[in-house]
């Protein structure tokens, strides 16, 4: 089955020809020709793997790769004119899974796209199970379930929780939440967090007027409960 591969290239031939090849393989490819727009799409789509180039408009490939590193594990490899050692150590030390210098052979790079998701299957497989307490989030297959149960969420919904859940303890600011749900650019309010967590709260918690799962963090944002047994003072 094929994959969902996101191209940011900003040479648009080259972007064509890398698409030719991936959709001959199967997979369903969408391309961006910049660093901000990359960024906008992975979060929002959230595909299987990312080919990114490093000379990129608005925003270079270096910095999407670090931001994006901090969010998720979405495969990476990084596309380059730069040929250096220093260079390709830097792109791997930000979270690169992969490092292809230009000009390359797209069929060199189909090669390791297709091992590179082999991979991430399996470590999807092993790991894509996020379990606090009675409460699975399930991120391969957007599942969420309570004690066996599962739960009809949104996607923003499922961001959210699925962003929460992956760090229990840590507290997100809502401004992170919002960029998690919509995107780089999206100009939502601070209360649009408020109102997704209240629903998922609803849907979730067995008292919603006092969470065990989610609590507030006053002046800040939330988090996702350590130990769910742990109820929050709202």
Not at 67 to 87: C, F, G, K, V, Y
Request: hydrophobic share 40%; aromatic share 6%.
């Amino acid at each position: 089955m094929g994959a969902r591969i996101l191209v940011a290239e900003d040479d648009v031939k080259q972007a064509e020809l890398v698409r030719r090849y991936l959709e001959r393989e199967g997979h369903s490819v969408v391309i961006t020709h910049d660093g901000r727009a990359a960024l906008d799409e992975a979060r929002r789509r959230q595909p299987d793997l990312l080919v990114l180039d490093v000379m990129m408009p608005r925003v270079d490939g270096l910095d999407v790769c670090r931001i994006l590193r901090t969010e998720s594990d979405t495969p990476i490899i990084m596309l380059t004119a730069r040929s250096t050692e220093d260079d390709l150590l830097l792109g791997l030390d930000l979270g690169a899974d992969d490092y292809l210098t230009k000009p390359y052979s797209p069929r060199e790079l189909v090669a390791r796209v297709r091992t590179i998701l082999r991979r991430a299957d399996r470590h999807r497989a092993a790991d894509s199970r996020l379990r606090i307490g009675d409460l699975v989030v399930d991120t391969a297959r957007h599942q969420v379930f309570v004690d066996g149960r599962e739960i009809d969420v949104t996607p923003a919904e499922f961001k959210i929780l699925a962003c929460l859940a992956a760090e229990p303890g840590r507290v997100f600011p809502r401004q992170k939440l919002l960029e998690q749900a919509f995107g780089f650019d999206h100009y939502a309010l601070d209360r649009t967090v408020d109102v997704h967590v209240m629903n998922l709260r609803r849907k979730l918690e067995a008292d919603p007027a006092a969470p065990a799962f989610l609590l507030t963090v006053y002046g800040v944002g939330y988090k996702m409960a350590d130990q769910p047994g742990v109820r929050d003072a709202s």
